[in-house]
């Protein structure tokens, strides 16, 4: 199984805050990465899908890079909505497989 | 606008058996791959298995393997799992997801349910 590893596990920012978090996989998943916005509470959203494409109605704050087994997703300029816990997730292979989160919380 | 409800969830013993199910609306229920995935209580996401849009294959994570079963009505706009032999590590909200995109290989969740949760425990 592919073994996603998020860091950090938590952040703490202000508003305005570049964020950058990273992903890293236990071996290649090509481009074949998302990143979700998870809420407390609610389900989570897609944001970022093959590696650096923004999901349609995300704001254009949030980017996403990289290939192979290194990922990051970043946030230009952190929002009041943004505060929430991203995952990534490999879908190369079978068994799909998230990373552990990082929480994104007020500084 | 796209629309996934599951419902089934509930309070079950351990050893015991629980079925979920989720009514999708909205789309072309019968052109979609459909997952279901899981959320311990204050943890994270675990995708537990998926179906191709005829219900032929049928992909699980290794923990359910043999006790979880997912299948899929294209009639009925339904997506079920079928959950044998409990355990207290299956509590969790589940989650029914739809990929993204018809065709390609496409994130697991382009929408989502709000989730029905699973409490294993006597």
């Known amino acids: 199984d592919i073994q996603m590893t998020q860091s950090p596990s938590t952040l703490s920012a202000s508003v305005g805050d570049r964020v950058t978090i990273t992903c890293r996989a236990s071996q290649s998943v090509s481009g074949w990465l998302a990143w979700y916005q998870q809420n407390p509470g609610k389900a989570p959203k897609l944001v970022i899908y093959?590696?650096?494409s923004l999901e349609s109605g995300v704001p254009s704050r949030f980017s996403g890079s990289g290939s192979g087994t290194e990922f990051t997703l970043t946030i230009s300029s952190l929002q009041a909505d943004d505060f929430a816990t991203y995952y990534c997730?490999?879908?190369?292979?079978?068994?799909?497989?998230f990373g552990g989160g990082t929480k994104v919380e007020i500084k | 606008e796209v629309q996934l409800v599951e419902s089934g969830g509930g309070l079950v013993q351990p050893g015991g058996s629980l079925r979920l199910s989720c009514a999708a609306s909205?789309?072309?229920?019968?052109?979609?791959?459909m997952s279901w995935v899981r959320q311990a209580p204050g943890k994270g996401l675990e995708w537990v298995a998926n179906t191709k849009p005829d219900g032929g294959e049928k992909n699980y994570v290794g923990s359910v393997k043999g006790r979880f079963t997912i299948s899929r009505d294209n009639v009925e706009n339904s997506l079920y799992l079928q959950m044998n032999s409990l355990r207290a590590e299956d509590t969790a909200v589940y989650y029914c997801?739809?990929?993204?995109?018809?065709?390609?290989?496409?994130?697991?969740?382009?929408?989502w349910g709000q989730g029905t949760l699973v409490t294993v425990s006597s």
């Open positions: 997801a739809r990929v993204r995109d018809v065709v390609g290989n496409t994130p697991t969740g382009g929408h």
């Open positions: 997730q490999q879908y190369n292979s079978y068994p799909l497989t």
């Open positions: 909205g789309f072309t229920f019968s052109r979609y791959y």
């Open positions: 093959a590696a650096s």
